[in-house]
């Protein structure tokens, strides 16, 4: 029986592949990419940013935005801008300052439990290097937080608007479409994802 | 046997304290289901989520799925959502649009926007000689007993009897006409948004939350110093103090004491009001342009009056928080004893100019989305509360704050002069609570 269900899905008609570009060696050509040595840098900024995310170092997060940086989680996948639209994150440096004080402050009820985060960052894919160095990148995330004896995943994607300065990276905007958004939230986010 | 097994509810509520058993007994929670939430009007929604025919938006009455769907001649009605055949829902999604008419997903029942039945797939032959008869009412999905819509926002009642919407809201209408008579056209039109928080507590302990004027310093004090210190910033900088900084600051710039300044007005069916504390009137070009628009729809004298009125929160019992100088509300759907929905949506002023709607926009994600800087605070409460009312420790929860000197005229109860933080509303929502809890 299983043999039968094994062999039905082999000879199940294979959908036509598109035909692969050929390039004059006869070798399938790559994928047209960023050059390596930007995959890397931007690779590294995004598991450096988690990292200092997980690892609670507020001003450190903020200060990797740039001085107009935004930070924005839209309600819809649809939304293309955050400005004048209700958004579950629209925060800008002053904004993040206010949200670092309060998580800061000692009568921050909710922040007095055990807690904390664990970000993996993966599928990076440079969307777009300008000839100044900016980058705009693509990726996925996936979050564990531990509030007390509670267990949360978010998962999602993020879009960096990246800006090259002398001292490496800095966000001009940082998109995070988190998929559990559209779903009712059981409890809040209280800081950024 | 059953009749000794219901709860004596006559002795859960005194006049300044309720018994803990209120917010933890599922026994209480299916009753208060039934006497209140599937008895009383409840709010379903804002016309205008529902635009064009066809247009749905389910909604949850008490234990009830409901449908909140626009008609082909413009009436919104309100529908169980259950097909009359073998029970499905008709509407799995939370909203959108269902065409011409309902479809059941299993066996192709198809019923007009009003519910009635349109065609039932082999009528003639498979249900020849039976009870599904094109006449028979039960072939049609179910309607809200009553439905009735003020200014635009859509209220059900699943009792056939009972008072009309306007004298079960009494007074607490003001939510719907300052918020209504705040914009120039007269009208308000919903921002498709609706951000959905879940609290893990029961539903009355987000309701006497609401009012309760002597929390906001002590939950809220982080955020609102946190905000005072940016805006303090933000003001050496540029000269200006952003309201939406304002918004937050308040929190902590109006202390303790300053909140008994303010007051509540409390009245019958456990409806309250709190005013206003935060001076929504600024004087800046913004605001001066907006009320040119007031004056110019409706005369000095009447702007006057519906910028004068003082409103911080409509508490509309047993489910909806209106903030009507801020355009936005919050309709709570209890979805057991220990677990509450709430639902958060705002509105866009009718031919108000933008800057105002932003100043609302501002409201909606600072303070009621998922990311709130505040509510995050009062969550954390809301839970402590439902697993500290689980304990043997004691049998009681007191609103003995001011009791005994509320001022009461025709029914309404005022908090006295200099009183604002009494535990009045908590009184009156359980006065209301034990009134429609008696009634089997």
Known sequence: MAKKAAKRIVNKPVAKKPAAKKVASGKVAPAKGAAHSTQHAVEQFLYRQAEVLDAKRWQEYIDLFTADGVYWMPADPADKHWDGIPSIFAEDRNLMTVRMKRVLHPDAWSQRPLWGTNHVVGNVIIEKESPNGDVTARSRFHMMELRRDNVRHFAGSYVHELKKTSGGYRIKQQRVDMTNAQAAFDYVLQVWV | MLQESIPNVARLVEPDRVHKSVYTDEQLFNMEMERIHERVWIYCGHETQVKKPGDYYTVQIGRQPMIMVRGADGTVNVLYNRCPHRGSMICGDRSGNTGEFFR??????????????????????????????????????????????????????????????????????????????????????????????????????????????????????????????????????????????????????????????????????????????????????????????????????????????????????????????????RAVRPLGVNKTLTEIWHFRLKGAPEPIYRRALAYYNLVNSPATLINADDLENFWKIQTGLGSDGGDWVSFARYYGRDIEKNGVVETGEGMGTSEAPMRNQMKAWAQFMAKA
């Open chain 2, 104 to 329: 059941c997903s299993y066996h192709a029942w198809t019923f007009n926007h009003d519910g009635k039945l349109k065609n039932i797939p082999m009528m003639e032959s498979g249900y020849k000689d039976t009870r599904w008869t094109r006449d028979n009412p039960d072939t049609n999905m179910k309607k809200a007993a009553r439905v009735e819509n003020y200014r635009g926002f859509v209220f059900a009642s699943l009792a056939e009897d009972g008072p009309s919407l306007l004298e079960f809201l009494g007074p607490s209408k003001i939510a719907f006409d300052d918020i209504c008579d705040r914009a120039p056209a007269g009208e308000v039109e919903v921002v498709p948004t609706c951000f959905r928080v879940i609290q893990n507590s029961n539903w009355k302990i987000f309701l006497e939350n609401q009012l309760d004027a002597l929390h906001p310093s002590v939950t809220h004090q982080s955020t609102g110093r946190a905000a005072r210190e940016v805006e303090v910033e933000i003001e050496k900088k540029t000269g200006k103090i952003p309201l939406s900084y304002h918004m937050l600051s308040a929190f902590a710039t109006v202390t303790i004491d300053k909140w008994d300044n303010f007051q509540t007005i409390n009245y019958p069916y456990g409806h309250c009001i709190l005013t206003g504390y935060m001076g929504l009137r600024p004087q800046d070009p913004d605001t001066l342009a907006y009320e040119k628009t007031l004056t110019r729809a409706y005369g000095e004298k009447r702007k006057e009056e519906i910028l004068s009125t003082n409103i911080h929160h409509v508490l509309i019992y047993p489910g909806l928080s209106v903030q009507s100088p801020l355009q936005q509300l």
